[in-house]
């Protein structure tokens, strides 16, 4: 194949020029990453669960009405992505206290939250993301009220989507990180779920046992990670119920 132009590389991904223009190629690496990068293993197969689940999330939002920048799967590491101008925010919903909410407000790990509460994060890796409120990011202009009213109803679309979704297979989404891009159509622009959905930006816990089933068991050392997100691929039907814990994942189709 010929090289192709390298557009941005990050921590789990890299981003290639796509084939046609306003098109991206998606690659999902094996890296895992914790605290702001101090923390870094390679897990064979994450990328191509990744890549699996990103996609089987990704379509459901777009059949549902929920605009994605997801096109396809090209291969088992790849993806055609729409180009989107991200917004430099984070967006974390949460349905139940964990991680940074628990420390910061001395609540004990999966207490039910009164609603879901949605939080913006500003993406800058030498400040560790830090929580920002609306009155920043309009002052800063990184987004417009409009823009803002937006992404939170966005952002609570995939989560009615990704909780029902886990909920039919026995699984609790805690929380979940999501990344929002602009597309621009002419002069109009459209606000659209981008970079990726997976375990690796969710909480998923099983509602039985309380397992961990995303990054936390990288994060905290509970274990091996491709089993925990072969087990999500599993129960929703992206990988068949044969694979065992060391086997390699294998795609269905
Ligand atoms: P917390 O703020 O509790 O650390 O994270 C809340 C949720 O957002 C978790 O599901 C976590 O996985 C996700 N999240 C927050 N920041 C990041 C990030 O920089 N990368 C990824 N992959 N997920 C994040």
Same mark, same amino acid.
């Not at 009405?65 to 997801?70: A, D, E």
């Given at each position: 194949m010929a090289r192709r132009k390298k557009i941005y590389e990050?921590?789990?991904?890299?981003? @290639? %020029?796509?084939? %046609?223009?306003? !098109?991206?190629?998606? @690659?999902?690496?094996d890296d895992a990453t914790a605290y702001n990068a101090e923390k870094h293993a390679v897990i064979d197969g994450k990328g191509v669960?990744?890549?699996?689940?990103s996609e089987f999330f990704m379509t459901g939002l777009n059949a549902i009405?929920?605009? !994605?920048?997801?096109i396809r799967r090209l291969n088992m590491r790849e993806q055609l992505v729409r180009q989107v101008e991200i917004i430099p925010l984070e967006v974390v919903v949460r349905n139940f206290a964990a991680g940074s909410l628990s420390k910061r407000l001395g609540l004990e790990e999966g207490t039910q939250l009164p609603r879901p509460i949605v939080e913006f994060y500003y993406k800058d890796d030498r400040l560790g993301d830090p929580l920002v409120a609306e009155e920043h990011i309009i002052a800063f202009g990184w987004a417009s009220q409009q823009d803002l009213d937006d992404m939170v109803a966005l952002a609570l679309r995939v989560n009615d989507f990704l909780s029902g979704?886990?909920?039919a297979v026995g699984i609790r989404l805690v929380d979940f990180k999501i990344e929002i891009g602009r597309l621009w159509e002419g002069d109009f622009q459209r606000l659209v779920v981008a970079d990726e959905i997976s375990p690796d930006s969710c909480r998923l816990w099983d509602i039985e046992t309380g397992r961990h089933l995303d990054k936390d068991v990288f994060r905290r050392d509970l274990g091996d990670l491709a089993d925990a997100y072969s %087990?999500?691929?599993r129960r929703l039907g992206v990988l068949p119920t044969n694979v065992t814990h060391s086997g390699k994942p294998r795609l269905i189709n």
């Open positions: 990050g921590k789990a991904k890299i981003l @290639y %020029e796509g084939p %046609e223009p306003g !098109t991206l190629v998606q @690659y999902f690496k669960l990744n890549n699996r689940l009405g929920v605009p !994605t920048h997801f979704v886990m909920l %087990e999500v691929a």
